[in-house]
């Protein structure tokens, strides 16, 4: 293709060098015309401290034209990335009307957002280089877990007093009152449970330490008698001793010994987002 036929090309449209056979079985080069897909864009939430669910309700409804309430739990649960895939205009719109809201927000290519590698449980902590620790992310929720219990039950009161009588009237036993049967229950049960995923680079990885299930006698003489007393500790010394590394809303949090309830997560897929932007975040601004 020469260079004025290259010029009058639409964007994201590129040529293949592609043989096609000719008569007698040979084969010639020719040239095709090939459309990529446009990229797909993200909405980014631009800074950590503008992350306020209510706030972005009220601008998304605004931009969108519906009531506040129906976008309130997509804002709760977006944790940074307001839109995973959309057109560049789109895009650049809805982050534009976040802006003007005085709402940092920021369009970038979908391509652009980082992927976690998987999470490895960690159930006691070996020892790494503390450069290599790039995002400190904790997080606690209440968690509801059912479970089957299988009972031995007897006779209520009623049934043994029917029972009693009908042998005091005719003298005669009566197995009223009496039976015993095996009864299974779904018991629910709640607590508050506690996670921290450690990302490291060189090679890339995921620690996850499940404060309900790990050993924290690498604190030695500071562990106490409390897991959430444990896992402040711990992350006060992963902090003090990588000061580089990125801070999610729980880590802050607990740091500053604030109320859990001010986290906002509910699940473990709401840690994931979390950390995926901000991991973002601090590769755009490796990049800028």
């Not at 620790?133 to 929720?141: D, E, I, M, N, Y």
């Not at 090679?203 to 330490?209: D, V």
């Not at 880590?251 to 859990?260: H, S």
Request: aromatic share 6%.
């Amino acid at each position: 293709m020469d260079s004025k036929t290259s010029r009058i090309l639409p964007p994201r449209v590129r040529t293949l060098r592609r043989a096609k056979p000719v008569d007698g079985g040979g084969f010639k080069g020719y040239t095709q015309l090939v459309t990529e897909e446009p990229l797909r864009y993200a909405v980014l939430i631009g800074k950590p401290e503008d992350l306020k669910p209510v706030e972005l309700a009220r601008a998304l409804a605004r931009h969108k034209k519906v009531p506040e309430h129906d976008l309130a739990g997509a804002a709760k649960r977006c944790w940074g990335i307001v839109e995973e895939d959309a057109s560049e205009a789109a895009a650049k719109e809805l982050a534009g009307a976040l802006t003007a809201a005085k709402i940092s927000a920021l369009a970038v290519p979908k391509t652009l957002l980082e992927e976690l590698p998987p999470a490895a449980k960690a159930p006691l902590l070996a020892p790494f280089k503390p450069e290599r620790l790039k995002l400190l992310a904790a997080a606690g929720f209440k968690e509801t877990t059912m479970r089957t219990v299988t009972t031995t039950e007897g006779p209520d009161p009623t049934q043994r007093a029917i029972g009693l009588g009908i042998t005091m009237m005719t003298g005669m036993p009566t197995g009223i009152g009496k039976a015993k049967k095996e009864v299974q229950k779904n018991v629910e049960s709640t607590e508050l449970v506690f996670f921290l995923d450690l990302v490291l680079s060189d090679p890339m990885e995921r620690l996850r330490i499940d404060a309900q299930d790990f050993d924290f006698s690498c604190l030695g003489a500071k562990k106490g008698y409390s897991a959430i007393v444990n896992f402040r500790q711990l992350l006060y010394d992963l902090s003090d001793a990588s000061r580089g590394a990125v801070r999610n809303r729980g880590t802050t949090i607990l740091l500053e010994q604030r109320p859990v309830r001010e986290m906002g997560y509910e699940s473990l897929s709401d840690l994931d987002r979390e950390s995926r932007w901000l991991l973002t975040l601090s590769s755009l601004k490796r990049g800028a």
